[in-house]
């Protein structure tokens, strides 16, 4: 029995000991390095680390560009757990509930574009954007709305809902399809049952499918907000670079440029701590307001 034990927890050692290795390597020591660079200015290729304490967070502080960089990042949150959401489950809903024959044929299509690079992406969406050649302007001018083409990437006020509809699009196929699954297990009798009561469908959806798959929309959730805070950086670089100005500057972009560009490396750490603290509050917090009692069934 003693050596049945031991072989247990040898043989979870084996296996939990790589994994945490390289969570220790690839996700701890970077994290504590970038905080430990934060207190220095360095240019990230001189051998010359002066240490400066807190200086990199009080001009951290002072810095207007990164306000408005967490207000982007939280632009792009917000548009895109809306966005994403309302689609995915509307989407989720028509494909399991209408008994459409093509089903399978969407969801493929609708999970297409999460299996592209989010360069491709930008890229792609650049030359639709395009003011000269691109989709958008060439039907707004066919259809006789000119007024209304724009260098969209090039419009302080445009360029960010223009950066969040491919954002949209490219999440939509992901959670449509985890949504599907959740409304999949809820059983038909309870449908059955409410349609008998005089249930109309809307009501049927508000009382029994979101209820019953809310652990699916709440996980949803979640994951767009780390996704957001983190990854947005990717599409804005391909896409705006951060411009026009700083109009969509998010806070990954704007690290990348001081840390990488302007060889701010310090200033760079600063950044990526505040990304990290921003990122945490706002999971724990939305962990907080999503807190719902699991419904049974």
């Known amino acids: 029995m003693a050596l049945t034990s031991k072989k247990h927890y040898l043989f979870l050692a084996f296996c939990l000991l790589p994994t945490f290795f390289l969570f220790l390597v690839f996700t701890v020591y970077p994290m504590l390095g970038g905080l430990y660079y934060s207190f220095f200015e360095w240019s990230g290729t001189s051998s010359v680390k002066t240490f400066i304490g807190l200086e990199n967070y009080v001009k951290l502080w002072n810095d207007s560009v990164i306000k408005k960089a967490i207000f982007n990042d939280f632009f792009f949150v917000f548009v895109k757990i809306f966005?994403?959401?309302?689609?995915?489950?509307?989407?989720?809903?028509?494909?399991?509930?209408?008994?459409?024959?093509?089903?399978?044929?969407?969801?493929?299509?609708?999970?297409?574009?999460?299996?592209?690079?989010?360069?491709?992406?930008?890229?792609?969406?650049?030359?639709?954007?395009?003011?000269?050649?691109?989709?958008?302007?060439?039907?707004?001018?066919?259809?006789?709305?000119?007024?209304?083409?724009?260098?969209?990437?090039?419009?302080?006020?445009?360029?960010?809902?223009?950066?969040?509809?491919?954002?949209?699009?490219?999440?939509?196929?992901l959670?449509?399809?985890?949504?599907?699954?959740?409304?999949?297990?809820?059983?038909?009798?309870?449908?059955?049952?409410?349609?008998?009561?005089?249930?109309?469908?809307?009501?049927?959806?508000?009382?029994?499918?979101?209820?019953?798959?809310w652990p699916q929309i709440k996980t949803s959730i979640l994951y767009i907000i780390i996704t957001s805070l983190n990854g947005s950086f990717v599409l804005v670089q391909v896409m705006t670079g951060g411009g026009p100005g700083s109009a969509s500057e998010v806070m990954g972009s704007y690290l990348y440029q001081r840390a990488f560009e302007d060889f701010?490396?310090?200033?760079?750490?600063?950044?990526?701590?505040?990304?990290?603290?921003?990122?945490?509050?706002?999971?724990?917090i939305s962990q907080f307001i999503l807190k719902k009692e699991k419904v049974e069934y």
Do not use: C, H
Request: glycine share 8%; charged share 10%.
């Open 175 to 213: 959670f449509m399809l985890l949504l599907m699954g959740g409304i999949s297990n809820v059983p038909k009798s309870l449908y059955e049952a409410a349609e008998i009561d005089g249930a109309s469908e809307w009501q049927q959806f508000w009382q029994i499918t979101v209820p019953l798959v």
């Open 83 to 173: 966005g994403i959401m309302t689609l995915s489950l509307f989407f989720a809903v028509a494909l399991t509930q209408l008994r459409i024959k093509e089903a399978p044929f969407y969801r493929i299509v609708f999970f297409f574009p999460n299996i592209m690079s989010v360069v491709v992406i930008g890229i792609l969406w650049q030359f639709i954007y395009d003011p000269s050649i691109g989709i958008v302007n060439s039907f707004l001018t066919k259809i006789g709305l000119t007024e209304w083409a724009r260098p969209w990437l090039g419009d302080m006020t445009w360029v960010l809902p223009s950066i969040a509809i491919p954002a949209i699009w490219a999440g939509i196929g």
């Open 264 to 284: 701010q490396f310090g200033y760079g750490a600063a950044i990526g701590v505040l990304i990290l603290v921003v990122s945490l509050a706002t999971v724990l």
